[in-house]
């Protein structure tokens, strides 16, 4: 019979394997399998699951350069701008990052001129949940025009809802609705629209007059962001330290066990902690649903919720890695557990505003909503601090522009107003 320590060994190899096949061939082969014969329609979402940052790519050690992260921009591209200006944003130095959502809500050229910029720039970028809806359009508008009748169709049901509208018709789903049942020669194009999908809507129309780079720039951003060298995440809407199901030292939660490679003397910590917060995204199985990572808000009842009557996440989050002290395997505390913290940088929670915690950084600010945008500032000049001296005010983190990042580290939050 192998061992135990030889099973995790190549347990844990393979799980490394996976990581590279994730991040260096594009989750293609998950794409691959997205699209069940069982299913009607082809795989309209095309999710990409992660991507891994490098040093060059998040160079947050760097003083010469900066890494500034949006939060949820919504089209709001005027206000973009002015943060940008507001932060002397250098292109040729620093690293621009979007927490996701930015396109829809807002105005709708705001939308264009917003997608176009970040295609154009090839900016580093995590997909919305209003992201993922346009990409799913734009996938849908492809398959449709490569069927036989599919533009006319399109054309001539765009010329009905004109002249419906024109007749006072106002509301899209209901005359949606009515066509299906009453437009009996086109029957079944219609049933080629998919249950809840909104005809001629914001996400539709962003879809329909983007270009063929915008929509690859769009399907080339990854649900998932990890730069492991920083110890930190980047999702829309957050990502999860543990299986709710079970409680956080339970043995099979990634962080309640130190990663093992093989017999003999333990690897460095750094590698160590690369292998558990890859284990975090590859084996908490909520991590792993794309719907979870683009719109969890909270958890209730041990079961992900996008409403606002749950748990908030990013509570649980930073109430697990409290735990943490470290992969020393004599920890005597019953409530310790064998691990290092990472860093999740989100946006998707407007109504929660600006959420700074010691783990977790919410930067959705609800600018659509005529609040803030914000950006969170790293690297740069003075980008390190006595990380005591802030950890003693860190009940006042929501009023002051300087916050703790990682584990000795500091940010910067950064915002213009999107009032009129």
Known sequence: MPSFRLVAAYSTVFAFIIYILISGIHNEV?????????????????????????????????????????????????????????????????????????????????STEVLSYMASNNITAVRGNHDQKVI???????????????????????????????????????WVEKQTKLDKANSNWWKKIPDGWKLFGDHFEIAHTMSDKEFEYMVSRPLKLHAPFAHAYLAHAGILASDPHYEPSYKNQPLARVPVISPGPPPDTDILRRLQELAVLT???QNLDPWVTLNIRGVKNMEVTRGKDGTPWSELYNKDVAMCEGFEQNIHTTKALPCQPATVIY??????????????????????????????????????????????????????????????????????????
């Open 30 to 110: 998950g794409e691959l399998f997205l699209t069940s014969s069982k299913n009607k329609f082809p795989d309209f979402s095309l999710y990409r699951q992660l991507d891994t940052l490098n040093a060059h790519d998040f160079p947050i050690d760097d003083p010469t350069r900066r890494v500034i992260i949006v939060g949820d921009i919504h089209g709001m591209f005027d206000h973009l701008q002015a943060l940008l200006a507001k932060l002397s944003y250098e292109p040729s130095s620093d690293v621009l990052i979007s927490v996701g959502d930015i396109v829809t809500k807002g105005p709708h050229t705001g």
């Open 136 to 174: 799913e359009w734009r996938s849908w508008l492809n398959w449709i025009h490569s069927l036989r009748g599919g533009s006319q169709f399109l054309r001539e049901t765009r010329d009905k809802w004109n002249k419906a509208q024109y007749h006072g018709e106002i509301d899209i789903e209901d």
């Open 347 to 420: 946006g998707h929670a407007a109504s929660r505003g600006l959420d700074v915690k010691r783990w977790t950084i919410g930067i959705d600010s609800g600018c659509v909503y005529g609040k803030r945008l914000t950006a969170l500032v790293l690297g740069g000049k003075n980008s390190h601090v006595d990380f005591t001296e802030l950890e003693r005010d860190i009940d006042d983190v929501m009023t002051r522009s300087i916050i703790p990042f990682g584990d000795r580290g500091r940010g910067q939050i950064v915002s213009v107003s999107c009032g009129s």
């Open 283 to 285: 084996e908490v199985p």
